[in-house]
């Protein structure tokens, strides 16, 4: 999962993915960073919380780079928001590759691992864009590498179905908070943010296969579905706990440096993550 973990140094990245500017948060992928980012679909399988009403951008979010670096708190906010995802995507591509060994046939190993490698290329965008700014990679990264490992040893799946719906919500729920985000960075960052939380598949495939063994013993249904709100919980908190320790993107989150949240707007940025979570819940067949 590509977790929400921030540090006081941070850099910028390049406008080479889509564009996106809308402030809502749509469905993505999370600690150790699977790929299950996709916008709200309209079949449901990949459902977020972006609003299709986004207002024209503004401020920093008008800018490229290379005005808005020009802030040496905004740089450093966003070398933190880097980092965080490298780790994150690096970490997704370590946990689907373990995720594999699990999988219960050849075909379905061989899907994550077509998903793995795409995380590893999200990783190498990242790498490449912290070292064309000027920073380091690893000691970008470095800050975030307690907390997210900490939150995947306290939710290590125990079975193949587990390790789907960690995937599929808890990298979501990371991707939701990253959108939120990107709609506020400059326009060169806010693409290849957005372009590194494209949808590598896992959505669609965990969804198939959560549905498939619940229809196949309906008893499943239940232990995922407390799996899954256990996730949320910790997501969530370690989420929290992480910006809350790092200046530079908690000052960017309420307004100190580009256009950030005010404390409402981040109370009410995480009601949308929660209402995504929901409907994801939903498109699994779990009670959220």
Known sequence: MRFMTTPDNAADTPAEAADETAPGATDGTAPGASDDTAPAASDGTAPGASDDTAPAATGIAAQAWETASVDPQYRAAVVDLLGALAYGELAAFE????????????????????????????????RDRLSAVGADATQAMEPFVAALDGFHRQTAPSDWLEGLVKAYVGDSIASDFYREVAARLDSDTRSLVLGVLDDTGHASFAIEKVRAAIDADPRVGGRLALWARRLMGEALSQSQRVVADRDALS???????????????????????????????AALGLAA
């Open 251 to 281: 000052t960017m989150l309420v307004g100190g440096v580009a256009d950030g949240f005010d404390l409402a707007e981040v109370g009410r940025m995480f009601s949308r993550i929660t209402e995504a979570h929901t409907k994801r819940m």
């Open 95 to 126: 946990r689907l590759a373990e995720d594999a060994k699990l999988a219960p046939t050849l075909g379905d190993k061989a899907e994550l691992a077509k998903m793995a490698s795409a995380e590893f290329h999200h990783f190498e965008q990242l």
